[in-house]
Structure formats: C-alpha cells, structure tokens
C-alpha cells in the first residue's frame, strides 16, 4: 500500500519544505511566526483531507488522530526548522529532486519524518487492521528553540501512554545528553580597543561567517555550519577569526576566547559509558563599543553534575570579567536498553530492514524529553550522511518511503 503512496509521500515533502518556517517574531494566533504557523496549519489540513481528527492548539503545536481507546501512541514530530544560512546548490525552500534526494532546509529535520508519519498513520488506518490504542502526530513548531510548543501542549492536551519520535537515528535512542545554552556577557571598560565582531544566528549550529573590523580594516572567516550536537563535523569560523585577531588586537573578548574556544580551555571535558564525550559550540559572538557576548552550546553526559558544570564555567570566566546567563537547559534523557518500549521498537526496526543492532546515545535534544515514555526512533539510518543543520540539505526518496513502512509497523506494534 505505501509503495503506491510513494508519488503523494514526495508531494506533501516538498510542499512542506516549500514554506519557510523559521522561528520569527509572535503575531496574534502564530506565537512563532506566520512561517511556523502556515506550515502547521498545511499538515493540519492535509491531516483533515486524509480523514483524520485535528486540532490547531494556539498555534504552539497541533495534531492529527484516528482510532479509539482509552490509551494512546504519541508520535512527535516537529516542522520548525533553522535558518537556512546561504551557501546553498539548491534553493533552500524549493524541494527540489536531484540524483533520488529532495532538497530543502527540513527536509530531514524533521518535515520528511513528519510527512512519512502522516503517510504511514494513513496506510494503517486505511488496511483495517484492529488497534486498542488511538495514534496522535503531535506537531510542534519550536523544537528547534526551546520546545515551548511541546510545553504549551502538556498543559492542557492528554500525554501519550508511549511512542517515539522521528528526530534522531536508528535503530532506537535511549539517552540523550543534557543541553545548556548558556551567553557569556561583558560591559566592556571605556578604554577598550574599538573592535567590531558578529557571528552565529542560533546556539545549536556551528557558526559558517564571522566578520570583523579593527582599526580601519575588515575581516571575514568562512567556515562550514553543523549541528551543535556534532561541533566536528563543521568548521567554526568564529574561532577561526578569533585566532587570527589576538595577535593584532588586545581586547577583553579576544582573551576570553583564548580559553572558551573549546572545552578543553574551559576545564569541562568530560566522558562517560553511556553516552560519550561532552560537545561544545561557541555559536553566537557580538561585540560592539560597549558590550561582548558568546553564546555557547554545551552536550553534556548523561551522568554529569550539572551544577557543578556550571560552577566551573562561572569560575574560568570571572578573571576575564564575564558573567553566565542560562538561556536554556535540557536535563538529559536516560531509558534503559531493556525498557518494553526499547525491545518493542528494536525489533520492528530489525523485522522491517534486516540489521541487527544497539540502542544508541546522542547529543541532539529531541521531543523524546518533553513527554514521559516516548524515545527517537529513526529517521536516519546507520550509515547514512543526514546534513541536517547544514547548506544543501536533504533526504533521500528511498528512505523515506523506507520510513514509512517503519513507522507504520512500529504503529501496529505499539498501538494493538
């Protein structure tokens, strides 16, 4: 059935994709913006057209229902997305087809995902087949600033008994670091040299520009933008440019980053069994005349001290006359490997494509936090490049349809 939804699936992607939904200013009934609240509403729609029960919920979130019962599967998905930067092959917004991959800002974080659930939600309501549990697309769009959507949604909406989100990795993720994004501000003195510096749009991406001016004279890095949860696989160019203006400038800022460049500097490095190293972004910098910030992100281990974290940054960044605001912080997600829901969803992953394996830990944040009983589930496969956060990014055709037999088996499995 879902191979004969296969030209409908590519459709609603990148018709999706097409409407730019990064966060913008609030306006009455769109909290996030008039982008995030036209995708929301078009996934609604579509939801209705398809023969589904839907509600619009102040235009934080929404969702999407069908069956009976008094238990529920919650699939958490989100259609906000990050700015799309501007080094791109393909126009961010246009999903376009190119060598069997749409192309567009989304597309695998999280608005292909969300399209293979609807997809794979229609295909088992369509088939008849007996369910005890009703199945709800949660829809947010704020995931990628905070979750506020999700944390409107728990005040008045029913929670899920269990279910999983399509925001992550096969085969199931079990932990997820603890996130703080944290800004690090300075009143500079009076007497400080007249630098100029601007970097970064949003904590959780690895700045790809910094540019500068000092004493008459202009400067630019260019670097390659990541997900914060991968600093690695980008190239910071704030610290790019920061290196190479200490030697030319004596500047509060420009000390500082000698040591807030990397974890190491700041005396937070970190590992532990579970769930890996610690990360660090140094993603957002302006200096003017008068003040300098950073704005960081920092994936911390499951079993980490948070508070004691935090400790050790305020005490490395004192002598340098900065002072640490909280922006926001994730406590870590930990479910045990053995967990019904870890096993259940486990097994369709190996039923559905063959391939053994283990439940994994991740740096991302996911939805997965928001909501007792709900892990990640998919949508990335082992091996798979999944440029999420990045210029060009995209999901191949083939695993989205593959996504979404998935999800539909992991909805028979955990909904009978």
């Not at 579509?46 to 008094?70: H, L, P, Q, V």
């Not at 069997?100 to 794979?120: H, N, Q």
């Not at 190996?350 to 998919?378: C, H, K, S, W």
Request: hydrophobic share 40%.
């Amino acid at each position: 059935m879902i191979d004969q939804m296969q030209a409908s699936i590519i459709a609603e992607t990148q018709a999706i994709i097409r409407i730019s939904s990064v966060k913008q200013p609030p306006v009455e009934n769109a909290p996030f913006g008039v982008g995030v609240a036209s995708a929301l509403s078009y996934m609604l729609t579509s939801g209705e057209r398809m023969g589904f029960r839907t509600k619009n919920i102040d235009g934080y979130c929404g969702y999407i229902e069908f069956g009976e019962g008094s238990e529920m599967v919650g699939i958490l998905a989100h259609i906000d997305v990050v700015p799309e930067g501007d080094c791109w092959d393909f126009p961010p917004f246009g999903g376009e087809v190119h060598d069997g991959k749409i192309y567009g800002r989304g597309a695998i974080d999280d608005k292909g995902p969300a399209v293979s659930s609807l997809f794979a939600m229609k295909a088992v309501m369509d088939s008849g087949v007996k369910l005890s549990k009703r199945v709800r697309l949660i829809l947010g769009g704020d995931e990628e600033s905070g979750s506020a959507c999700m944390a409107r949604y728990v005040q008045t909406e029913e929670l899920p008994t269990l279910g999983f989100t399509p925001d992550s990795d096969y085969p199931v993720t079990h932990a997820e670091k603890g996130i703080y994004h944290c800004r690090f501000d300075c009143a500079l003195p009076a007497n400080t040299p007249p630098l100029m510096l601007s970097a970064g749009s949003r904590p959780n991406i690895v700045p790809a520009k910094c540019t500068a001016a000092f004493d008459g004279q202009a400067y630019e890095a260019i670097g390659k933008s990541a997900h914060a949860s991968k600093p690695s696989l980008g190239d910071n160019a704030l610290v790019k440019l920061c290196k190479q203006l200490h030697d030319k400038c004596t500047h509060p800022f420009l000390s500082l980053m000698q040591i807030a460049s990397d974890a190491e500097g700041l005396g937070i490095a970190m590992q532990d069994e579970v769930s890996g190293s610690l990360t660090y972004n140094p993603a957002i910098a302006t200096v003017d005349a008068h003040t300098a910030s950073l704005t960081v992100d920092i994936r911390y281990p499951v079993t980490c001290d948070s508070d004691a974290l935090l400790k050790q940054i305020e005490n490395k960044l004192a002598p340098f006359g900065f002072t640490v605001t909280i922006l926001h912080h994730h406590t870590p997600l930990y479910v045990p490997k053995s967990h019904p829901l870890v096993q259940t969803l486990m097994q369709v992953y190996t039923d559905m494509t063959g391939l053994q394996g283990e439940p994994i830990a991740i740096g991302g944040g996911t939805y997965a936090r928001t909501m007792p009983n709900i892990v990640a589930f998919g949508a990335v496969f082992p091996g798979e490049i999944a440029p999420m956060h990045e210029c060009n990014e995209y999901i191949n055709i083939n695993s989205l349809i593959l996504n979404t037999k998935i999800f539909a088996q992991a909805i028979v499995s955990l909904a009978k």
